[in-house]
Protein backbone atom coordinates (compact mmCIF):
# COMPACT_ATOMS: atom_id res chain seq x y z
CA UNK A 1 0.00 0.00 0.00
CA UNK A 2 1.73 3.64 -1.21
CA UNK A 3 -0.02 7.06 -0.83
CA UNK A 4 2.19 9.20 -2.92
CA UNK A 5 2.12 12.80 -2.11
CA UNK A 6 3.25 16.00 -4.54
CA UNK A 7 2.75 19.26 -5.44
CA UNK A 8 4.83 20.94 -2.94
CA UNK A 9 7.08 23.99 -3.52
CA UNK A 10 7.96 27.82 -3.10
CA UNK A 11 5.53 30.09 -3.46
CA UNK A 12 4.97 33.56 -2.64
CA UNK A 13 2.31 34.91 0.24
CA UNK A 14 -0.93 35.03 -1.21
CA UNK A 15 -0.32 32.62 -4.18
CA UNK A 16 -1.54 28.96 -4.85
CA UNK A 17 -0.17 25.54 -4.45
CA UNK A 18 -2.26 22.26 -5.59
CA UNK A 19 -1.41 19.26 -3.93
CA UNK A 20 -1.95 15.69 -4.90
CA UNK A 21 -1.68 12.47 -3.78
CA UNK A 22 -2.17 9.09 -5.13
CA UNK A 23 -3.37 5.87 -3.27
CA UNK A 24 -2.16 2.88 -4.32
CA UNK A 25 -5.32 0.73 -2.34
CA UNK A 26 -7.94 -0.42 -4.81
CA UNK A 27 -11.06 0.55 -2.78
CA UNK A 28 -10.15 3.95 -2.32
CA UNK A 29 -13.56 4.90 -2.01
CA UNK A 30 -13.62 3.11 1.63
CA UNK A 31 -10.73 5.20 3.19
CA UNK A 32 -11.43 8.43 4.77
CA UNK A 33 -8.16 10.91 3.31
CA UNK A 34 -6.91 13.72 5.32
CA UNK A 35 -3.86 15.85 4.61
CA UNK A 36 -1.88 17.27 7.87
CA UNK A 37 0.87 19.38 8.01
CA UNK A 38 3.62 19.56 10.53
CA UNK A 39 6.27 22.77 10.38
CA UNK A 40 9.68 22.68 11.81
CA UNK A 41 9.35 22.44 15.81
CA UNK A 42 5.57 21.70 16.21
CA UNK A 43 3.45 18.77 15.84
CA UNK A 44 1.69 17.70 13.19
CA UNK A 45 -1.57 18.64 12.29
CA UNK A 46 -4.69 17.88 10.70
CA UNK A 47 -5.39 20.51 8.10
CA UNK A 48 -8.41 18.96 6.22
CA UNK A 49 -10.04 15.90 5.87
CA UNK A 50 -12.54 13.99 3.43
CA UNK A 51 -14.80 11.02 4.83
CA UNK A 52 -16.24 8.41 3.16
CA UNK A 53 -19.95 9.42 4.35
CA UNK A 54 -19.09 13.01 2.29
CA UNK A 55 -18.34 14.64 5.93
CA UNK A 56 -15.71 17.40 5.42
CA UNK A 57 -13.54 19.34 7.49
CA UNK A 58 -10.97 21.77 7.90
CA UNK A 59 -9.01 23.57 10.31
CA UNK A 60 -9.69 26.99 11.20
CA UNK A 61 -6.91 28.55 10.15
CA UNK A 62 -7.30 27.12 6.28
CA UNK A 63 -11.20 27.95 6.36
CA UNK A 64 -12.02 29.73 3.27
CA UNK A 65 -8.47 29.38 2.11
CA UNK A 66 -7.99 25.40 1.23
CA UNK A 67 -10.05 22.85 -0.48
CA UNK A 68 -9.95 19.19 0.14
CA UNK A 69 -11.03 17.28 -2.79
CA UNK A 70 -11.25 13.50 -3.88
CA UNK A 71 -11.60 11.41 -7.24
CA UNK A 72 -12.39 8.29 -6.06
CA UNK A 73 -12.08 6.65 -10.13
CA UNK A 74 -8.02 8.24 -9.91
CA UNK A 75 -8.08 7.40 -6.43
CA UNK A 76 -6.52 10.09 -6.00
CA UNK A 77 -7.13 13.72 -3.27
CA UNK A 78 -6.36 16.95 -3.94
CA UNK A 79 -5.82 19.87 -1.87
CA UNK A 80 -6.20 23.45 -3.30
CA UNK A 81 -4.52 25.91 -0.89
CA UNK A 82 -5.46 29.57 -1.93
CA UNK A 83 -3.90 32.76 -0.40
CA UNK A 84 -0.90 31.21 1.45
CA UNK A 85 0.73 32.95 3.92
CA UNK A 86 4.09 32.16 5.25
CA UNK A 87 2.53 30.17 8.82
CA UNK A 88 1.48 27.64 6.00
CA UNK A 89 4.98 26.98 5.59
CA UNK A 90 5.08 23.30 6.52
CA UNK A 91 5.74 19.44 5.29
CA UNK A 92 2.31 18.36 4.08
CA UNK A 93 1.26 14.89 4.53
CA UNK A 94 -1.51 12.81 3.81
CA UNK A 95 -3.22 10.21 5.17
CA UNK A 96 -5.69 7.57 4.01
CA UNK A 97 -7.31 5.47 7.14
CA UNK A 98 -10.21 2.44 6.38
CA UNK A 99 -13.62 4.11 7.38
CA UNK A 100 -14.23 0.62 9.36
CA UNK A 101 -10.91 -0.72 9.90
CA UNK A 102 -9.42 2.16 11.14
CA UNK A 103 -5.79 0.00 12.40
CA UNK A 104 -5.27 0.29 8.78
CA UNK A 105 -3.86 3.57 8.36
CA UNK A 106 -1.24 4.91 6.14
CA UNK A 107 0.83 7.67 5.45
CA UNK A 108 2.51 9.53 2.55
CA UNK A 109 5.91 10.47 2.58
CA UNK A 110 4.98 14.34 2.79
CA UNK A 111 5.35 17.48 0.30
CA UNK A 112 6.98 20.98 1.48
CA UNK A 113 5.49 23.55 1.36
CA UNK A 114 7.66 27.11 1.84
CA UNK A 115 5.53 30.59 1.68
CA UNK A 116 8.11 33.21 1.26
CA UNK A 117 6.73 36.86 3.23
Known amino acids: VQLQASGGGLVQSGGSLRLSCAFS????????MSWYRQAPGKERELVAA???????EYADSVKGRFTISRDNAKNTIYLQMNRLKPEDTAAYYCNAQHSLFRSLNYWGQGTLVTVSS
Open 50 to 56: SQTGGII
Open 25 to 32: ERIFSNYD
